[in-house]
């Protein structure tokens, strides 16, 4: 069973910073790739952003040049850099793990961007 806790969600202004940090506990899996989703009240989840164990990135165009996802070289923690937040960034965001055929999700954490 893998347990992931996300924390580093708040309440920040427009322009903004937040750092996300995911940590995975539990029988642990070298994992093939861990991600950020986000879900905005009335709106369907969403990728924000994905990385493999071998360090490929991926990120949704409406956070490309703002957010950077890095991982731990232990493989078991995974971060999410926000920068110049906007307030169509608020929502819950979920860590997720992909490790041998089984996806596992955090309980998310909220971010909201005032203006």
């Known amino acids: 069973q893998v347990r992931l806790v996300e924390s580093g969600g708040g309440l920040v202004q427009a322009g903004g910073s937040l750092r996300l940090s995911c940590a995975a506990s539990?029988?642990?899996?070298?994992?093939?790739?861990m991600g950020w989703y986000r879900q905005a009240p009335g709106s369907q989840r969403e990728l924000v952003a994905t990385?493999?164990?071998?360090?490929?990135?991926n990120y949704a165009d409406s956070v490309k040049g703002r957010f950077t996802i890095s991982r731990g070289n232990v493989q078991n923690t995974v971060w999410l850099q926000m920068n110049s937040l906007k307030p169509e960034d608020t929502a819950v965001y979920y860590c997720?793990?992909?490790?041998?055929?089984?996806?596992?999700w955090g309980q998310g954490t909220q971010v909201t961007v005032s203006s």
């Open positions: 990385i493999t164990s071998g360090g490929s990135r």
């Open positions: 997720n793990r992909n490790a041998r055929g089984v996806t596992n």
């Open positions: 539990g029988t642990i899996f070298s994992f093939e790739s």
